[in-house]
Nanobody
Framework: QVQLVEAGGGLVQAGDSLRLSCAASGQTFNIYAMAWFRQAPGKEREFVAAITWNYFRTSYTNSVRGRFSISKDNAKNTVNLQVNSLKPEDTGVYYC?????????????????WGQGTQVTVSS
């Protein structure tokens, strides 16, 4: 099992930036990819960005491409999400998740371990 702990959320104004981090511990050797998902009040959890654990393949949902950047710090077993030019519609709880196995997947249902989430609130 992998334990994930997110940090870095907060209350910001539109146009501001944040840096979210996700620290992984436990059986990290089983991780194939890490991803960020978010859930706004009354909405389903949606994919935001993902990165493979070893080969740094990345993917972004269209609404954040060019504004968000996912990266991995191998030395710290941490995945970061730099979020720039924030919009009110980016508001939600941001969750970090890990995917085991050997296949790339962006579906939340496929991810095995989840963090507790960090709140991002963007005011207009």
């Amino acid at each position: 099992q992998v334990q994930l702990v997110e940090a870095g959320g907060g209350l910001v104004q539109a146009g501001d930036s944040l840096r979210l981090s996700c620290a992984a511990s436990g059986q990290t050797f089983n991780i194939y990819a890490m991803a960020w998902f978010r859930q706004a009040p009354g909405k389903e959890r949606e994919f935001v960005a993902a990165i493979t654990w070893n080969y740094f393949r990345t993917s972004y949902t269209n609404s954040v491409r060019g504004r968000f950047s996912i990266s991995k710090d191998n030395a710290k077993n941490t995945v970061n999400l730099q979020v720039n030019s924030l919009k009110p519609e980016d508001t939600g709880v941001y969750y970090c998740a890990s995917l085991r196995g050997t296949f790339w997947d962006l579906s939340a249902a496929k991810y095995d371990d989840w963090g507790q989430g960090t709140q991002v609130t963007v005011s207009s």
